[in-house]
């Protein structure tokens, strides 16, 4: 078993916060297996509100994925503490956004999807989609245009 946190980094431009929309939200990954370290071709994807179970175990799992290659089981499940925006006071450095606990895989990338974006006057924008890695969008009530752009991601160990 093993820890990881995902950490992002992006440019904010008069917005707040950028988070995952609720629990709903599917998160997009590129999963690598430790048995034969073969990296399966597609972003794999998981929510925090649907669990999967195990095969031969009375547990369950955020994922559970069956290799291509070695036909291996393995699974992952987000760490119980919630997913934490990333805010304008990391802006254009690493943030942590979440943690997950893996058992015979690891992931190696993130697509950010559609997130949740906070601007500083309190306007919430909820169809921010970082497909692009860029968003662009203005804030009617502040007047000004909201943008995030140059989005990173990382793998580390927890």
């Not at 934490?84 to 943030?95: D, H, I, L, R």
């Not at 559609?114 to 169809?127: M, P």
């Amino acid at each position: 078993m093993v820890f990881l946190k995902l950490e992002i980094k992006a440019e904010l431009e008069n917005v707040t916060d950028l988070a995952p929309a609720g629990d709903d939200f599917e998160y997009s990954f590129k999963v690598v297996c430790n048995s034969c370290h073969e990296e399966h071709k597609k972003f794999v994807t998981m929510k925090r509100s649907e669990t999967r179970n195990i095969s031969n175990s009375r547990g369950s799992a955020h994922l559970v994925w069956r290799c291509g290659n070695c036909k291996k089981e393995s699974s992952a499940s987000f760490v119980a503490e919630p997913s934490k925006p990333y805010s304008a006071e990391s802006n254009g450095q690493f943030a942590t956004l979440l943690k997950m606990e893996c058992r015979g895989l690891e992931f190696t990338d993130f697509a950010p999807g559609d997130g949740h974006a906070r601007e500083k006057t309190g306007t919430s924008f909820s169809d921010v989609e970082l497909e692009d890695d860029d968003w662009v969008d203005y804030d009617e009530k502040a007047k000004v245009d909201v943008r995030i752009s140059d989005i990173e991601s990382r793998w580390t160990r927890a």
